[in-house]
């Protein structure tokens, strides 16, 4: 764990022990008014919800103040609902952000508070499991990512934390990437058009020796040329505004295409392409992302693949989960490398990775194709015997046509 997400959940620790007893104390208060001194009423306790003793209320009352002021401060916001999500409590920073006054709205539906649909969809628990990057809906211009947590069973944390600014530092990023990457590619593109027509075999005055330079130089125009592609489609795919409108994929006319591309890349390594398609089912998924997708994943399987290794390209839908998947019986991966291979520019022996044209960023695209297009990424990989890379897509992504009845071919 990374010592951000472990401060992060100490501090989410912190306060959801805090805001228990709070919201304990203001629901005990809410049920039972002040209690006359010498009362030490305990019939009013239910069994799995203590009520607090007169002593305790009062001590507690006063920890628990001061704790509601401080954590009134904080710089995210923090409100506790109850278990039909009606508002307890909320500090400054959650009523400026989401428009409601603790004094005025406690005990109103909090969905009813909070002009949003998506932030009611997202206490309810439909659709969104960890976390949620909204706009705040008192403040249209202010990024909130949202966390919610359930504690004790009763009661409801909603936290929220200001990324405006990492989300403008992030499309800064992604701008800069995009921009370089396209004012690179003319001047890029001109030198290699000059580099290719000087290094063709039947020109002449050209000394031996420049012409090995020249031939030098080509090789590395095609892989910046290569690398400008990659990093202006990486900016492409990070970018949330960019389509991906997803497209009903006949899997046997995508693998059968990729397969014999992949026999073309192979050439005189002659490597075995074995297809398995579960023709029945189609994939609902972005035609070029799932295209590109597929060709990384192929011609990596290709790359680190010795000669007349096999590689087999499989569609297969078990319990309506669809599973595409490229395996290899390559050189395989180390364990311990295989949750950085999807970083940027990360190659787990870079000079081969070199000799063989990779610069490292063809699984960070298939990363990020993979989460738009709502599958998982499964690697399996031993070293010396191959690899399986997996794209996992959820029954939504699948869909059953009518087009064969039959189930492999190969
Ligand atoms: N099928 C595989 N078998 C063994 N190692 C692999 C396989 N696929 C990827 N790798 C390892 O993961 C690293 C990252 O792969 P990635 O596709 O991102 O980059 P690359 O192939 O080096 O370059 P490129 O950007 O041209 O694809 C590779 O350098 C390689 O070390
Ligand atoms: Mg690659």
Request: net charge negative.
């Amino acid at each position: 764990m990374s010592t951000e997400s472990f401060l992060v959940f100490l501090g989410i620790g912190i306060v959801a022990g805090g805001a228990y007893l709070l919201g304990r104390y203001r629901s005990s208060q809410a049920q039972h008014g002040p209690r006359p001194s010498n009362t030490g009423s305990s019939q009013d306790e239910t069994p799995d919800e203590p009520g607090l003793t007169d002593g305790e209320s009062t001590e507690t009352g006063d920890v628990l103040e001061d704790f509601s002021d401080s954590v009134s401060w904080l710089p995210d916001a923090i409100a506790i609902l109850d278990h039909d999500l009606n508002l307890i409590w909320g500090n400054s920073m959650a009523e400026t952000w989401f428009g409601f006054s603790t004094s005025e709205h406690a005990h109103s539906h909090f969905g009813e508070l909070v002009k949003s649909e998506e932030i009611k969809q997202f206490i309810s628990g439909k659709g969104y499991p960890e976390s949620l990057e909204c706009a705040s809906p008192n403040h249209p211009d202010l990024i909130l990512r949202l966390r919610f947590l359930q504690y004790k069973n009763r009661q409801y944390l909603l936290m929220a934390r200001d990324i405006t600014q990492v989300k403008a530092l992030e499309s800064i990023r992604r701008d800069f990437i995009a921009n370089a990457s396209h004012e690179l590619r003319t001047p890029v593109s001109i030198l290699y058009g000059y580099l290719e027509m000087m290094s063709e075999k039947k020109r002449s005055g050209i000394s031996s020796e420049w012409k090995q330079a020249i031939k030098h130089m080509h090789k590395q125009t095609v892989r910046i040329k290569q690398i400008i592609e990659d990093m202006s489609m990486l900016s492409r795919l990070e970018n949330p505004d960019t389509p991906n409108p997803p497209e009903t994929l006949d899997m046997v006319e995508l693998i059968e295409s990729v397969s014999s591309n992949a026999k073309a890349l192979s050439g005189k390594r002659s490597h075995s392409i074995n297809t398995k398609v579960n023709s029945r089912y189609d994939l609902l998924g972005n035609r070029s992302e799932i295209e590109s997708l597929l060709s990384n994943l192929v011609s990596n399987a290709i790359h680190y693949t010795p000669a007349e290794g096999k590689i087999t390209i499989k569609w297969d839908v078990k319990s309506s989960v669809g599973t595409l998947s490229i395996a290899d019986t390559g050189i395989g991966i180390e364990k311990q490398e295989i949750p950085r291979i999807t970083e940027r520019f990360y190659r787990v022996d870079s000079t081969r990775s070199r000799n063989t044209g990779g610069t490292g960023l063809g699984l960070a695209i298939v990363h990020h194709i993979v989460n738009r297009n709502d599958a998982k990424l499964r690697i399996k990989s031993i070293p010396g015997k191959g690899s399986v890379f997996s794209a996992v897509f959820p029954s939504s992504r699948i869909q059953p046509n009518d087009r064969s009845t039959d189930l492999l071919f190969g």
